[in-house]
């Protein structure tokens, strides 16, 4: 059997915890065991934040819908550039042009 150097275990595991550091999670507060997120919206949700070794209690939600706008909020609104002035495609027959009905042509 092939085994790996305790170094590279150690070095394999610090990336994982390292990489996993900051993650969020909701927590609904009801009794009992925690099921799915769809099971209970209405009820109030604890967001944690994972340390490494435990989870933190960092806030707190009203309903899920409240909580996946924490947890996944939506991406920035990318602004485009305002436009400039072009100047108009004059006729011929250039790379990246229309191409002109066959009457038309030279």
């Known amino acids: ?13 610090e990336e994982r ?7 969020l999670r ?3 507060l009801t009794q009992g065991p925690h099921r799915g ?3 209970d919206p209405d009820a109030p949700r ?3 934040r994972w340390t490494g070794t435990e989870w ?7 309903d899920l819908a409240a909580a996946k706008a924490l947890l ?6 990318e602004e485009k550039p305002a436009e400039w002035d072009r100047p108009a495609l004059g ?5 990246h042009r229309k191409p002109s009905p066959a009457d038309e042509r030279d």
């Open 37 to 39: 997120a769809h099971v």
């Open 17 to 23: 915890q390292a990489a996993a550091k900051g993650k």
């Open 46 to 48: 604890v967001i944690q």
């Open 26 to 28: 909701a927590v609904p």
């Open 72 to 77: 996944h909020p939506p991406p920035p609104v």
């Open 91 to 95: 006729k011929g027959r250039g790379r």
């Open 1 to 13: 059997m092939h085994e790996e150097p305790l170094e590279d275990w150690a070095r394999r595991r």
């Open 56 to 62: 933190e209690t960092v806030g707190l939600a009203d």
